[in-house]
């Protein structure tokens, strides 16, 4: 099938995985579809959650016929990535803390997992430090908080560097332990939006990292057709978002068209 690349997330933490993809495929045309409406996502059940999230990229899948669907956010994949695949013929790429690059790259052995208070408790994620970070001290950081600063910062209110250490208070003192933190796993797609402030409030040089470059070689891998020229790249919301539009435009999307869900 023929079509753009559909990143979803439940908000804008997805357009880090949008500038992965776009640095990655230039020519590649892209829709964005967020569920404002349900914002944030750590806040409820799991089973309602998994059958909101299969409803919306089902309606935005429906309305902007993609080529791939890339689930740009953690928990959305951690808990409904196997019936997006049941139910779409396209490929379906979901989004997992990176960390196995972060134990490649840490010398110290000590990773820090910065993440939302849903990701960190998923079985999955301790799967993934069971198979690829045994020999790493691992120190999680709940950092649900962050998720509204990024919000707010594409709404278009600056961050708050007082906000921002008292949520990243714990990672700060990882970095002071023996042996020092060196790494730092983004467990979220918002919080590379936030990367510039987390490097100037750093008391240490560390290294960050994320899963959007992984996506963006798996995007490749399960799709060739996407590559169709320059398009207006449209962007869905479920909720009103007018605050939203300058942070899209900034990422290359056109202002946000209502997504309508079937009951």
């Known amino acids: 099938m023929t079509g753009p690349i559909l990143i979803f997330d439940s908000g804008v933490g997805g357009l880090s995985v949008a500038?992965?993809?776009?640095c990655a495929?230039?020519?590649?045309a892209?829709?964005?579809?967020c569920d404002n409406a349900w914002l944030p996502y750590g806040l409820r059940q799991d089973d309602e959650l998994t059958a909101r999230i299969v409803a919306v990229c089902l309606a935005a899948v429906g309305a902007c016929q993609p080529s791939v669907l890339v689930v740009a956010c953690n928990t959305a994949s951690t808990l409904a990535l196997e019936q997006l695949r049941a139910a779409l013929t396209i490929p379906v790429v979901g989004t997992v803390p990176a960390i196995k690059p972060a134990a490649h790259l840490s010398t110290s052995r000590h990773i820090a997992l910065l993440a939302t208070s849903a990701t960190l408790r998923r079985p999955y994620t301790q799967t993934l430090i069971d198979s690829f970070a045994s020999d790493c001290c691992i120190t999680r950081v709940a950092a649900d908080g962050l998720v509204v600063e990024a919000e707010r910062w594409l709404g278009g209110y600056p961050p708050s560097q007082m906000r921002l250490n008292a949520i990243l208070t714990p990672l700060w003192q990882a970095a002071r332990d023996t042996p020092p933190m060196d790494t730092v796993v983004l467990g979220c797609t918002h919080f590379p939006l936030m990367l510039p402030w987390l490097e100037a409030l750093s008391p240490v040089a560390l290294n960050w990292v994320d899963s959007g470059a992984a996506i963006a070689r798996r995007v490749g891998q399960v799709s060739e057709t996407f590559n169709l020229g320059h398009h207006d790249n449209r962007s869905f919301t479920t909720a009103t978002a007018e605050s939203l539009c300058a942070g899209l435009a900034d990422y290359g999307f056109a202002p946000p068209e209502l997504l309508h869900l079937k009951n």
């Open 30 to 33: 892209f829709c964005y579809a």
């Open 25 to 28: 495929y230039p020519e590649a």
């Open 19 to 22: 500038h992965a993809l776009r």
